[in-house]
Each structure stands twice: as structure tokens, then as C-alpha cells.
């Protein structure tokens, strides 16, 4: 399955572009975030700070000034990211579902259509922000125990052990979106089935998620491909996850 999953990308690469996209996105609305909550004169104020030679200095330097500016206006800050937060999460959701959507067309038809794949982000979207939703308040619910412990405790060891803890649950969390798409099934069913059909090919589905998060890691240590790497990383795990799916 991961060679087949490596060749299905590889052979169809415009899927990365739906990930690349919600990393525009993202990037794009929270600038406008602190644009928005931040004043013209701050702004002003965050352009002249080019005084440093050090490009490392003067960026710390300047996230900063920007945290101070954004702690100052409080109130405006939390407006204007709930605002520019909600739309990038919703936009974000429709590229997630357009990406599942070309993934499971080129696993079972060996076909990759930008038109089909939009159409059907936008059928998938708002399934998909229902079942991300309910997943996230799970994925809070495995989290909660880790950070009492370590609240109780104070043992450092807790925090580090945790994301490895969530590497195991991982294929259980992120199954039912795939579910949602490929058997066209509804919000609580999606859940209710990824749940089994992660547990039945848990093999299969934690070794992709392991696979995938390795490109994506590995990719760190050259900074400038990591965000192809990463939504490269994003389509082959969509890729793989969707023949999971669609192989019960």
C-alpha cells in the first residue's frame, strides 16, 4: 500500500494543492488578523524596526512588538482573530474535503479533476466541520488526563510522552473524515464507523499516519521545502486513508 499510495500521488501531484492552499489561507487571514486589531500608527511603528542586521534579532524583535500591540487591544484582538479564525477554519474545511474528494477519485478511479474535486468540497464541507468538531472534543478528551497529571505532578515527562500517546489515537481521530467522504455516510455514522474501521486495519492506518509524519518531520530540517513537503505529506495520508476506507 505505500508504494501504490507514493505512485497514486506522485502520478497526480495537483492534489497538493489543496493543502498548500489552506496554508495560504491560514497565513493570509491571521495577517489580516493582526492587521485589524493593531492600529495604523503600530503598524507604522512595527515597519520602521529594520534597524537590526541580524534577520533572526529583528524577527524576535518584531513578534514582540506585535504580541505587545495585540495585548494592548485585547478586546479588538479577540474580535478580530474569531472573525478571521472562523472564516480560514471554514475555508480550510472546504480544501480538507476538496482534497479528500480528488484522494478518493484517484484511488478509485484513477482520475484527478480539479472541477470534480471543488463540487465536491463543497457537498462535503459542512459534514466535514461537523465531524472535525466532534473528533476535536475527543481529541481534548485524550488530552485532558496528560494535563492533569502533569498540573498534579509537575513531571515534564508527561508533556514529552504525550504527542507520542497521540501518534497511537491518531488513525482513530482523523479515520471518520475519510469514512465521511468515501462512503458518503452522515456526521454520527462517519464517527461511528471510522472508529471501526480504524481499529479493524489498525495496522494499515498507523503506519500511514507514522509514514506521512515522518516526510512531514523530516522536511523540517530543510525549512524551505516544508510546506510542499507537508501538504505533499497531507495528500499521501489522504490518499492512503481513503483505500483504508474504501477497502472494508
Known sequence: MILEGLKATLKN??????????MLVLYVLMSAAVMTAITPSELQNIAKNESFKNFTQQAKTTEKIIYKYLRKNLTKTIIAFLMFGTLAFVIGEFLNASMIVAAKEIVFNNTFSFKSAFDGGF????????VDILCG???LAFLMPFYIVYYVTGLKTIVDVTPIA???VAPLLIMPRYVLI??????INSIVEGFRVAIRNYPLSFTAVVFCSLISMASLAVPIVYPIASAFSASLLSVYMCHIAGGE
Do not use: H, Q
Request: proline content about 10%; glycine content about 10%.
Open 166 to 168: 497521540l501518534l497511537f
Open 137 to 139: 472534543l475527543g481529541f
Open 123 to 130: 457537498v462535503y464541507t459542512l459534514p466535514l466541520i461537523g
Open 182 to 187: 468515501v462512503k458518503d455516510e452522515s456526521v
Open 13 to 22: 501531484p495537483g492534489i497538493i494543492l489543496f493543502p498548500i492552499l489552506a
